[in-house]
């Protein structure tokens, strides 16, 4: 699960005959409270986790770029830059060649690289594999080539690569959790200037565990279902005359929803704008040293997440109902929806518990076997080794 430098620099070498110039690794993430805000200029709260994607990288300047991965059969896949353009290349690779894009894009000497991964993020489980793959790709090029970007410059310019390059019209969060998170901590972040707050999140002190509960129902959010969501998003936002729901107060929700001419723009303004409340109410808890009372915080995101943005599924809401009967103080699908992963808040003595619990009520559904485990507040993106870039 920890990042290995070496194993990535040997099988570097491997890939491409020589040791590699540096190695970095960016974690996958998981959201604590703040659910499909970020693209409507709200508030969210990720914390890393320890699973990470490691990239062995190093600098070449005959203008390709090299990419090889040891999750993906075949040699290295060999590109251009100069001829990098959206939708060219629908694999993993797009997420890596997106990043050299954005970067080429804003006006940045990137020539090429030689790029190796490998990751423990499980991908398609809503815990931000794609996020990671792109900061520790960005991170690795923004040392070997000296451009002196900032860490949110590096997840801006990631979060283009995503949404214009591959095409997901995702929002800031994924990118500035893998960035910009440190350990023990969870990050506040208000997405429409960045202003973000590292909160610490000592779970183990309080004798409590945060689980990820992964359904193993892949999710692809390039497909319509998450477009369609924003898409109702930034339509309710212009009937309210809003630049985003973002602007929508809690205590003007009532009347806001009332000026909205159908259902389906109701469900997502009280969503967005509930959800925002939420994030603010978690904040609130974790600084008066009361994590134990973010639970009905939880259940009550996971209700809006189902009922109103629709976006959950039965696996999903298996999960967190399986874990909440075996004695979860709170539990929530977290990620896009669809799919992917849920989370659970847990007694430390009962986790066990509600790992089997949930286990056993997808057993019994006939559901594939669920991946649970412990979600750690963990470093954000850095680099491996102790190398200086050549």
């Known amino acids: 699960m920890n990042p290995d430098s070496s194993s990535a620099a040997g099988t570097f070498e491997q890939v491409f005959g020589a040791p590699p110039q540096g190695v970095w690794a960016a974690p996958g993430r998981v959201n604590l409270i703040g659910e499909h805000t970020d693209y409507n200029a709200g508030f969210v709260m990720p914390l890393a ?26 040699g290295p896949a060999e590109l251009r830059t100069d001829t990098l353009a959206p939708g060219v290349r629908p694999d993993w690779t797009a997420y890596p060649a997106g990043v050299v894009w954005a970067l080429r894009e804003a006006g940045h000497t990137v020539g090429g690289a030689c790029v190796s991964v490998t ?57 500035m959790a893998s960035a910009c998170c ?9 997405t429409r200037d960045l202003i973000r707050r590292q909160v610490p999140f000592d779970l183990a002190a309080a004798g409590l565990r ?10 692809d959010l390039a497909d319509g279902g998450y477009a369609e969501r924003r898409a109702a998003c930034t339509e309710a936002a212009a009937a309210l005359g809003a630049g985003s729901l973002r602007e929508i107060p809690h205590e003007g929700l ?15 303004a009280r969503h ?23 639970g009905p915080v939880l259940d009550a995101g996971h209700v809006s997440l189902r009922d109103d943005f629709r976006v959950s599924c039965p696996e999903l809401d298996l999960a967190t109902g399986a874990a909440r009967a075996a004695g979860a103080l709170g539990a929530r699908m977290t990620g896009g929806g669809f799919g992917g992963s849920a989370l659970a808040l847990v007694e430390a003595a009962s986790a ?12 019994a559904a006939g559901y594939r076997t669920p991946r649970v485990f412990e979600a750690v507040a963990s470093a954000g993106a850095r680099r491996l080794d102790a190398g200086v870039p050549g």
């Open 210 to 219: 945060l689980l990820v509960i992964d359904t193993r129902v892949t999710h």
């Open 49 to 74: 986790l320890p699973h990470a994607t490691v990239a062995a990288v190093s600098r070449r300047d005959d203008g390709v770029l090299a990419l090889a991965s040891d999750g993906m059969p075949g």
């Open 272 to 294: 967005v704008v509930t959800e925002n409340r939420r994030v603010e109410r978690v904040v609130e808890l974790l600084d008066a040293g009361r994590p134990r009372d973010i």
């Open 119 to 175: 990751s423990t993020v499980p991908a398609g489980a809503g815990l931000s594999s794609s996020a990671a793959l792109e900061v520790a790709t960005a991170l690795a090029l923004n040392d070997l080539y000296a451009l002196g970007l900032t860490r949110e410059e590096l997840a801006t310019l990631c979060r283009r690569a995503e949404n214009a390059y591959v095409g997901v019209p995702s929002g800031i969060m994924d990118q």
């Open 352 to 363: 066990e518990t509600v790992g089997r619990a949930v286990t056993g009520a997808f057993a």
């Open 182 to 190: 440190t350990a023990g901590h969870v990050l506040h972040l208000d």
């Open 254 to 268: 009532a009347d806001a929803l009332g000026r909205l001419p159908d259902a389906r723009l109701r469900r997502a």
